[in-house]
T-cell receptor, first 112, second 109 residues
Framework: DADVTQTPRNRITKTGKRIMLECSQT?????MYWYRQDPGLGLQLIYY???????NKGEISDGYSVSRQAQAKFSLSLESAIPNQTALYFC???????????FGPGTRLTVL | RKEVEQDPGPFNVPEGATVAFNCTYS??????FFWYRQDCRKEPKLLMS???SGNEDGRFTAQLNRASQYISLLIRDSKLSDSATYLC??????????FGKGTTLSVSS
């Protein structure tokens, strides 16, 4: 079984709809992250959490919110989706310190 | 200035070629360094960590120059399967990883 899972894997929605992307991990890591990736722009950090009670904005948090429900779960919400939020979204986890990050398989979101 | 800068490429090389990618980072407080590989529409995966002393893993060699804030990745004897995007990544204490936009490599037969 994958260590970091994301649901759904693909989603098509309409402008104005509320969308939640979910991430779960079995690695026992404290730190979790949400990124979006657009062609030519690389990975952009949306939000990150260093433990259950910690939430931090990344470089592009506007239009997004997150919830860290448990050590193993970190969800990303788009309160009112807009077309320029069409992107590939990745969840990642890491252990404490300066260690590498492990990524989920991604969610491809299309907002019409 | 972007925090992590890479030449986007693409680098188009024949099988067996040696190719080198470079990366610069702007924050001298950066403490750990990585190269990730990303295949099209897939998640990034760690290729190798980068240490000040330099490190090698088979055909791949990574180098770090802290004074110049410069990281490199050398791939020898390129294989078709090396075709991917290579992401330079730095980490500072207390923050998330910072990713470069990636360098695309295409190896042809």
């Amino acid at each position: 079984d994958a260590d970091v899972t994301q649901t759904p894997r693909n989603r098509i929605t309409k402008t104005g709809k509320r969308i939640m992307l979910e991430c779960s991990q079995t690695k026992g890591h404290d730190r979790m992250y949400w990124y979006r990736q657009d062609p030519g722009l690389g990975l952009q950090l949306i939000y990150y959490s260093f433990d259950v009670k910690d939430i931090n904005k990344g470089e592009i948090s506007d239009g997004y919110s997150v919830s860290r429900q448990a050590q193993a779960k970190f969800s990303l919400s788009l309160e009112s989706a807009i077309p320029n939020q069409t992107a590939l979204y990745f969840c990642a986890t890491s252990d404490q310190g300066l260690s590498e990050q492990f990524f989920g398989p991604g969610t491809r979101l299309t907002v019409l | 200035r972007k925090e992590v800068e890479q030449d986007p490429g693409p680098f188009n090389v024949p099988e067996g070629a040696t190719v080198a990618f470079n990366c610069t980072y702007s924050n001298s407080a950066s403490q750990s360094f990585f190269w990730y590989r990303q295949d099209c529409r897939k998640e990034p995966k760690l290729l190798m960590s980068v240490y000040s002393s330099g490190n090698e893993d088979g055909r791949f060699t990574a180098q770090l120059n802290r004074a110049s804030q410069y990281i490199s990745l050398l791939i020898r004897d390129s294989k078709l399967s090396d075709s991917a995007t290579y992401l330079c990544v730095v980490n500072q204490a207390g923050t998330a990883l910072i990713f470069g936009k990636g360098t695309t490599l295409s190896v042809s037969s």
